[in-house]
């Protein structure tokens, strides 16, 4: 048997608890830092420490006993993966790449270094620069650091279009044509050998500019298929670090690919691989961690994800429709754990598998018409499903 590799997570959110969930099944050992008590991963964890995983001496004394450090959120001190890299330690992603990737505009100069195509872009440190690049607009005003599921990106046509305390640096993106919006999840092992999913397809609420259903594979062309996954090979390359690269990909009206960001990480254009493929995301990453052959990524028929997110206010979650849900054959509920629920926050997701799009369309439409996330009534009025279980204090 081989000698067990003890994995320092950075991030105890629900991509961690999903790759916990994995991990289970191989006996990894999986260490957590998170600053929330309750976040999704403090029950799974095989150590629980409570902490901030972007403090540089935090990080360095969690993972001082670890054989791997991963992340499963970007916002981590690159200082202290540059000191565990330099102890011999196996960091994934490198520290190189998170830097890259934790600064949008150092991203799109990226892109643009290395031959990836993506849309025009200017570098600007304030709203008054706006001016000097008029042939953007309209576009998309991204700050450079800090921003996830939307946040941190305003649409603009002019400087008055700029909420307050909206600060930069940001990047200037113009706003292209899109007909589709794909993500393409590639995969690099310690030994560089590379696996690619098919493409997603993913459809996007307007009102939260959060992924609402995933469709996988794509509805697209075979050709575009393969050149989406070519391309999302090409990212990986460009950045030469194992594990996972989630290419995020704008599909103009003319076919032409853009790469719009990438995650180095899990992610939730992902989540349908758990059910729908052979290894899932959270299977090959961590076959990266311990230096394993990566597994197939077949599908194993046509699929969707749903996304749960919290609606009608805030406070104790339940889930509705739960029955309604579990008829339909192929389909699979995971709820993320988390104690609070607020409206636009992730809680959970369905995932679809079926042996054709119309019948992944059928239940996707029965999940859309009775699966909510809400929160709790008062217990004896309660008709849902809600949390129950003692809280971690490691």
Request: aromatic content about 6%; proline content about 7%.
């Amino acid at each position: 048997m081989e000698q067990p590799r003890r994995i320092a997570l950075l991030g105890g959110g629900q991509l961690g608890r999903m790759f916990i969930e994995n991990a289970l099944r191989y006996d990894a050992e999986v260490h957590v830092l998170d600053p929330d008590l309750a976040c999704p991963c403090a029950w799974l964890a095989h150590r629980f420490t409570q902490g901030r995983f972007d403090d540089r001496d935090t990080v360095l004394r969690f993972a001082a006993d670890a054989d791997v450090v991963g992340i499963e959120i970007e916002h981590v001190s690159t200082e202290a993966l540059e000191e565990l890299e330099r102890q011999g330690k196996t960091v994934i992603p490198s520290s190189a790449t998170l830097r890259t990737i934790q600064d949008k505009g150092l991203q799109k100069n990226f892109y643009v270094k290395h031959g990836i195509p993506t849309a025009p872009y200017a570098l600007i440190g304030n709203a008054s620069e706006l001016s000097e690049h008029a042939d953007l607009l309209p576009a998309f005003l991204k700050t450079r650091s800090g921003g996830y599921d939307g946040k941190g990106v305003v649409p603009i046509r002019s400087a008055a279009d700029i909420p307050d305390g909206f600060d930069g640096p940001y990047v200037l993106e113009k706003r292209v044509p899109i007909a589709k919006e794909l993500a393409v999840i590639a995969v690099r092992g310690n030994n560089g050998s590379t696996v690619v999913y098919d493409p997603v397809e993913m459809v996007f609420d307007p009102d939260l500019n959060l992924v609402d259903v995933l469709l996988a594979p794509a509805r697209c062309e075979p050709e575009v298929i393969e050149r989406a996954k070519a391309l999302a090979i090409r990212v990986g390359e460009a950045f030469g670090s194992p594990g996972i690269h989630a290419v995020e990909m704008f599909l103009t009206p003319e076919n032409e690919l853009l790469v719009n960001e990438t995650a180095p990480r899990a992610h939730n254009s992902g989540h349908f691989t758990i059910e729908a493929c052979t290894s899932s995301q959270f299977d090959q990453l961590l076959r990266a961690y311990m230096g394993w052959p990566m597994g197939h990524v077949a599908m194993h028929g046509e699929a969707a994800m749903v996304n749960l997110v919290g609606e009608g206010g805030s406070g104790t979650p339940v889930l509705l429709g739960i029955r309604e849900i579990l008829k339909s054959p192929g389909t699979f509920i995971h709820l993320y754990g988390k104690e609070k629920t607020r409206p636009g926050r992730k809680m959970g997701h369905v995932t679809v598998v079926a042996p054709s799009r119309e019948a992944v369309d059928r239940a996707v439409a029965i999940c859309k018409a009775h699966v909510k996330v809400v929160p709790m009534e008062p217990i004896e009025q309660s008709t849902g499903m809600g949390p129950s279980r003692k809280k971690h204090t490691t």
